[in-house]
């Protein structure tokens, strides 16, 4: 072996999988599934200069299966395999007759991995293998033939993209990867449970989706580690919205049960004469519930959450508001490192009823400066908004005033109301006098006429 041994094991993805579904365009199919077995122990055996040795027991042994020798059995099954890459010379320079070797004597030779290559002569179309984990896999204790099981861990692995995030994962449908593995759902899922037991495989579902009245589970998201999944499972959602496709979440079976149920006490209360106002509210809110996706994620929630700490954080800093809360959307979980989906939750809707607190003072007072005993303040509270004004006269661009924030206190600078709550273009400015106002504004120095202007229309 060479001094550095290589992490991955490189593999064509058409050793699983065709890209155009065509199952006999395999590898596995030409040659067995055992192939993935073969292919990943020759790199595991191959010394500095590419040669292996090994013999077909030992091919057969580290899998857990005992060599049988007699016609058409496992050994002759594995010699065949071995036979076809010879022909097609994928193993090179045999040192012995491969019709004809003992299954325990050695066999040496040399191999190569057909790769699609790019119009830049790189490899292209593959996924690659921890050396670890297919050495794991070898070493496992589990009562399921290992070669199938690696057949179905590889196959997965090779539908797996990595986007810009470095989220790695797929979400092929049951009836394609059934078809493409020519196995039974329930087959499937029993060796892919064992890959999860194995920590080989994660996956996860965002639950029911619903377009146009026909509702459906959503794919299951398929990635090669648990920190994934959350990212995946976000990819998944995006990806059934943009196909026009509600989420409604993985609660939406016990919703749609307690819909009914309140449906029927409704009926049957309203025949009894009996008010049903608090029944008829509860149901809204459920409905409300599966129409605006009662499951987001945690990541969905978060997001949220911290969109709305910015616009109560903006609020307190532009107003003197006597709402108490957090600066930073942490503190509301009490100190707590690690938090829920149903935690993120609750701190959502008190962080609600926090800003609607929040607007009913701005309702009370159409505008409280921050500082009040310093009435200069008030221009500081809009200074953003005048320098942004400032900076589009300056620049030249073609209007100004979109979004004056002085509103009548200007109209004695420029008479006219509507010459700032209009988008004016500055090229049709005709006017001298006006030309001279608009420099007169445009021009830094006079920032404490404007102030005094303010002061006299807010006081």
């Known amino acids: 072996m060479g001094s550095k041994v290589k992490e991955f094991i490189k593999l064509p993805n058409e050793l699983v999988w065709d890209i155009k579904g065509k199952r006999e365009n395999t590898y596995c199919y030409e040659y067995s599934e055992k192939l993935c077995h073969i292919w990943s ?34 050994v002759d099954q594995f010699r065949n395999v071995l036979l ?25 030779c040399e191999y190569s991995i057909p790769m699609l290559v790019n119009k830049y002569s790189k490899d292209t179309q593959f996924f690659q293998v921890y050396r670890d984990d297919y050495l794991s896999l070898l070493d496992c204790e589990t009562k399921l033939n290992k070669i199938t099981l690696m057949y179905v861990y590889y196959y997965l692995l090779s539908r797996m993209q990595t986007n810009k995030t470095n989220i790695t994962c797929c979400y092929p ?20 449970n064992e ?28 990635v090669p580690h648990e920190s994934h999944l959350q990212g995946a499972l976000d990819i998944s959602k995006t990806f059934w919205k943009n196909e026009g ?35 008829e509210k509860k149901l809204a809110t459920l409905e409300a519930k599966v129409t605006n996706n009662v499951d987001k994620s945690l990541n969905d929630i978060k997001r949220d959450i911290k969109k709305l700490n910015d616009e109560m954080n903006e609020l307190e800093d532009i107003y003197k508001l006597e709402t108490d809360i957090q600066e930073d959307w942490k503190d509301y979980f009490g100190g707590r490192s690690y938090y829920d989906y149903e935690d993120c939750e609750t701190v959502y809707e008190y962080m609600k009823s926090l800003h609607d607190k929040q607007l009913k003072e701005l309702d009370g007072n159409n505008f ?18 005048y320098n942004e004004i400032c900076h589009k006269i300056e620049s030249g661009q ?41 420099e007169k504004y445009r021009d830094k120095p006079y920032e404490d006429e404007i102030d005094e202007i303010l002061l006299q229309k807010i006081n």
């Open 173 to 192: 449908p049951y009836t394609e990867i059934t078809k493409d593995l020519n196995i039974s759902e329930a087959t499937f899922n029993t060796y892919l």
């Open 41 to 74: 122990i020759f790199d595991c055996l191959s010394n500095r200069v590419g040669t292996i040795s090994f013999s077909l027991e030992q091919l057969l042994t580290v899998v857990d299966v005992k060599p049988d020798p007699k016609k058409g059995r496992n």
């Open 195 to 222: 890959l999860v037991k194995l920590k080989l495989i994660a996956y996860g579902n965002i639950g029911f989706i619903t377009k146009n009245k026909e509702e459906k589970q959503a794919n299951n998201v398929y």
């Open 245 to 279: 496709w509600v989420v409604v979440g993985k609660k939406v079976t016990e919703i749609n049960q307690k819909i009914k149920g309140y449906k029927g006490q409704i009926t049957k209360q309203k025949n009894q004469g009996k008010d049903i106002s608090k029944l």
């Open 398 to 438: 073609d209007y100004w005033c979109e979004t004056n924030p002085f509103e009548n206190p200007l109209k004695e600078m420029f008479g006219d109301d509507t010459c700032y709550k209009m988008d004016i273009p500055k090229n049709d400015i005709q006017s001298n006098d006006f030309k001279n106002d608009y």
């Open 84 to 108: 076809g890459l010879e022909e097609k010379k994928f193993i090179t320079n045999v040192k012995c007759d491969l019709k004809t070797v003992k299954y325990k004597e050695l066999i040496t």
């Open 368 to 385: 409280v400066p921050k500082n009040e005993s310093d009435p200069s303040s008030i221009i500081s509270c809009q200074e953003e908004n």
